[in-house]
Each structure stands twice: as C-alpha cells, then as structure tokens.
C-alpha cells in the first residue's frame, strides 16, 4: 500500500510535535517512553522520522501523542493544508448526498 503525502510529506502533525516536545524540555528518548504508557512502541528513531514528516503517523499514534505531551489532539493538527478540490469536480457542480438521504 503506498503512503499518502502531500507535498512530500507524509504528516502535518510533525513539526507541531516538535516544536511543542521541546517547549516542554521532553527529549525524543523521553517521549517514547511516555508512549509506551499508552501502548505505543515507537522508537526514538520513529519520533525523529514523524517530526521530519517522512512517516506517516495513524490516529492511534496521534491519539498517544497528544496524551502523552499532555495536549489536546487539534493542537497537533494546526498546520493541516487546506486542499482545494480538482477543477473536475469544483466544474461538476455535483453535490454529494448526505449519508442519511435516500435516493430519490
């Protein structure tokens, strides 16, 4: 299966797990260990490979992440990238139906 990036990256949330891991002194070492709390083996290797987003990170792992630096998970999904739809669809004028609406 091939890994989602966008522009070359392979999460939005590294740089946000960085900057607020050292705010707090947490060395990468340090956070591994905390997420071994939560379940999560994750390496030091891992952690450097997620904040240089060339890993991607699945929603469990983001889940620990958040608790294990004691914050919210929205705060580690600040820097999402607003994606605009293809031209195909946006010329469409096609509007998705809501998963309750029955077809008519």
């Known amino acids: 299966m091939k890994a989602c ?3 070359g990256k392979k999460n939005s949330c590294g740089d946000a797990i960085r900057t607020i891991r050292m705010k707090q002194n947490i060395t990468q070492e340090a956070l591994a260990t905390r ?3 939560y ?3 994750l390496t030091q290797k891992v952690i450097s490979r997620i904040e240089l987003q060339e890993r991607t990170v699945s929603d469990f792992e983001l889940w620990a992440m958040a608790k294990a630096l004691e914050v919210e998970i929205t705060d580690l ?5 607003v994606v605009e739809p293809p031209e195909t669809l946006k010329a469409s004028g096609k509007k998705k139906r809501k998963r309750n609406e029955s077809k008519k």
């Open 77 to 81: 999904m600040k820097d999402l990238p």
């Open 5 to 7: 990036t966008h522009n």
């Open 39 to 41: 379940g999560m083996e």
């Open 35 to 37: 997420l071994q709390l």
